[in-house]
DNA sequence: AAATAATCCTGCGGGC
DNA sequence: TGCCCGCAGGATTATT
């Protein structure tokens, strides 16, 4: 399940390996994702030179100058090198290939994105809504509070609202308001400054003890051909109701929010 | 304006 | 053993 620390350390582990080549091919198995993929596609990437890789929210893009190439990861989607000629398997979606390597993009759910975006520094219009990155300077305790002031739902769907803030998945929702203290039921607006403050420097804290879980494996992330292909931080609360607290004992407690699985502990989180 | 529900899709685990 | 059901997840869209 790519949240942004997945999709950071899949951009740090390709960029070294693909951006400075040269396309000489690309592949499409799949006529559509959660969009329609472009129909010449693959006929106008190959020739192309790879600039760059950036990140924006969970969506990649890869920068040929004269457009970019969008990819998101979706829920079940990654981005793996293999050698060339290495048959796809099933779900194998898409490959770009270059001299020396090829990316493989498999998602057995389908949920990802695969656009482009022609001409010189155009913002596709999938990132004109999106909200703050959490891992800048801008986002900041100040900043939180400010923005839920007007937010009577709970914290938790606001925290993983890609319109205020970018990348912050179920998974790290959770966790982030157990390092916080903060109970995921506690309306955004009725959170103190002081809180907000704990809070902002949770998710960071959470996020980037993330990518660096995965910085260390970051070979090993993009070069595997198996494996689940994720690797989050050992959870303190998700997916373990009715287990202790590692910090009280208490049984960790679980409900639905907006639709998704929350967890925490209802004697730290207040 | 904000909040919620439905939607896309496949794989997997539980229950019978 | 195998089928059915529910659930998992991100973000868009539609609906209150």
Same mark, same amino acid.
């Given at each position: 399940?790519?949240?942004?620390?997945?999709?950071?350390?899949?951009?740090?582990?390709?960029?070294?390996?693909?951006?400075?080549?040269?396309?000489?091919?690309?592949?499409?198995?799949?006529?559509?994702?959660?969009? %329609?993929?472009? #129909? &010449? *596609?693959?006929?106008?990437? /190959?020739? $192309?030179?790879?600039?760059? !890789?950036?990140?924006?929210?969970?969506?990649?893009?890869?920068?040929?100058?004269?457009?970019?190439?969008?990819?998101?990861?979706?829920?079940?989607?990654?981005?793996?090198?293999?050698?060339?000629?290495?048959?796809?398997?099933?779900?194998?979606?898409?490959?770009?290939?270059?001299?020396?390597?090829?990316?493989?993009?498999?998602?057995?759910?389908?949920?990802?994105?695969? %656009?482009?975006? #022609? &001409? *010189?520094?155009?913002?596709? /219009?999938? $990132?004109?809504?999106?909200? !703050?990155?959490?891992?800048?300077?801008?986002?900041?305790?100040?900043?939180?509070?400010?923005?839920?002031?007007?937010?009577?739902?709970?914290?938790?769907?606001?925290?993983?609202?890609?319109?205020?803030?970018?990348?912050?998945?179920?998974?790290?929702?959770?966790?982030?308001?157990?390092?916080?203290?903060?109970?995921?039921?506690?309306?955004?607006?009725?959170?103190?400054?002081?809180?907000? #403050?704990? *809070?902002?420097?949770?998710?960071?804290?959470?996020?980037?003890?993330? !990518?660096?879980?995965?910085?260390?494996?970051?070979?090993?992330?993009?070069?595997?051909?198996?494996?689940?292909?994720?690797?989050?931080?050992?959870?303190?609360?998700?997916?373990?109701?009715?287990?202790?607290?590692?910090?009280?004992?208490?049984?960790?407690?679980?409900?639905?929010?907006?639709?998704?699985?929350?967890?925490?502990?209802?004697?730290?989180?207040?």
């Amino acid at each position: 399940m790519p949240e942004l620390p997945e999709v950071e350390v899949s951009r740090r582990g390709l960029e070294p390996f693909i951006a400075g080549r040269t396309v000489t091919a690309a592949v499409l198995r799949t006529p559509r994702l959660r969009n %329609d993929i472009p #129909e &010449g *596609l693959t006929a106008l990437l /190959p020739g $192309l030179h790879l600039q760059a !890789i950036h990140r924006r929210g969970k969506y990649l893009l890869f920068d040929f100058g004269c457009g970019q190439l969008l990819l998101h990861l979706g829920m079940s989607g990654s981005l793996r090198l293999v050698p060339p000629g290495t048959p796809p398997q099933k779900h194998d979606h898409f490959d770009l290939c270059f001299p020396d390597t090829v990316m493989r993009f498999r998602d057995p759910r389908r949920f990802g994105v695969l %656009d482009w975006l #022609e &001409g *010189l520094g155009q913002q596709h /219009p999938l $990132l004109n809504a999106l909200g !703050i990155e959490p891992l800048t300077d801008d986002f900041s305790g100040d900043w939180l509070y400010q923005a839920t002031r007007a937010r009577r739902a709970p914290i938790k769907p606001v925290l993983m609202d890609a319109h205020l803030i970018v990348g912050i998945g179920n998974i790290y929702a959770s966790e982030s308001l157990f390092l916080a203290g903060i109970s995921p039921l506690r309306a955004a607006c009725r959170i103190g400054r002081e809180r907000c #403050e704990r *809070l902002a420097g949770a998710v960071k804290e959470t996020l980037a003890a993330s !990518i660096a879980a995965g910085g260390s494996s970051v070979r090993d992330y993009v070069h595997s051909d198996g494996g689940a292909g994720c690797f989050q931080l050992q959870c303190a609360v998700y997916d373990r109701a009715g287990t202790s607290c590692t910090h009280c004992g208490t049984p960790i407690r679980s409900t639905r929010q907006a639709g998704r699985s929350t967890y925490w502990c209802p004697c730290c989180q207040t």
